[in-house]
């Protein structure tokens, strides 16, 4: 059984970057395809990114090109998304998420608890 | 904008069936069976609940169940029950470069 523990919340200025890990028991991170969705307050869920082992290769959603770098730490079983040039839309709770294998189902079967990230001045 | 379409809320009173439908282009729903269905509880995490279109991971009730007509995809839940009261978020692949996308959600009411 996958489980995955996220990082504390965070409050951070416009401008600044965050970094949430998310941390997995159960399961070694080399075995997991491991992803990020999104919420923003009252709103809905947004992929942005994850590993796709077809291409060896982390792809991330147009829309965050450019500002989100997600990584891995394998000695530890830790995963991090990082977000750049935070604005205040960003201000959601992020969540890491999988579906228990190697491969890239297009589900998502098990979830961290989320991390509530805040930007304002 | 989100790109699939649902209804905003559906709701049902308790024993009843209802259908929550995700509407796509042959893009995503209509070009894979990588459908997926998810309950979110305020301030919980989501839960799977159907994948590829109609699948049900073990330990989901069969009273959920998916299916998938055209560029449509439909979750029903039969025999509602007070605990279904939440928010369900479709999902789907599509071959745009943005390669998973949900669903803008609909909140389930049970009367």
């Known amino acids: 059984q996958v489980q995955l523990v996220q990082s504390g919340a965070e409050v951070k200025k416009p401008g600044a970057s965050v970094k949430v890990s998310c941390k997995v028991s159960?399961?070694?991170?080399?075995?997991?395809?491991m992803h990020w969705v999104r919420q923003a307050p009252g709103k809905g869920l947004e992929w942005m990114g994850g590993f796709d082992p077809e291409d060896g290769e982390t792809i991330y959603a147009q829309k965050f090109q450019g500002r989100v770098t997600m990584t891995e730490d394998t000695s530890t079983d830790t995963a991090y998304m990082e977000l750049s040039s935070l604005r205040s839309e960003d201000t959601a709770v992020y969540y890491c998420?999988?579906?228990?294998?190697?491969?890239?189902?297009?589900?998502?079967?098990?979830w961290g608890q989320g991390t509530l990230v805040t930007v304002s001045s | 904008q989100s790109a699939l379409t649902q209804p905003a809320s559906v709701s049902g009173s308790p024993g009843q069936s209802i259908t929550i439908s995700c509407t796509g282009t042959?893009?995503?729903?209509?070009?894979?069976?990588?459908v997926s269905w998810y309950q979110q509880h305020p301030g919980k995490a989501p839960k799977l609940m159907i994948y590829d279109v109609s699948n049900r991971p073990s330990g989901v009730s069969n009273r959920f169940s998916g299916s998938k007509s055209g560029n449509t995809a439909s979750l029903t839940i039969s025999g509602l029950q007070a605990e279904d009261e939440a928010d369900y978020y479709c999902s789907s692949y599509t071959s745009s470069s943005t390669p998973l996308v949900f669903g803008g959600g609909t909140k389930l009411t049970v009367l």
């Open positions: 159960g399961y070694t991170l080399t075995e997991l395809s």
């Open positions: 998420a999988t579906d228990g294998g190697s491969g890239w189902t297009f589900r998502f079967d098990y």
């Open positions: 042959s893009s995503d729903v209509g070009g894979y069976n990588y």
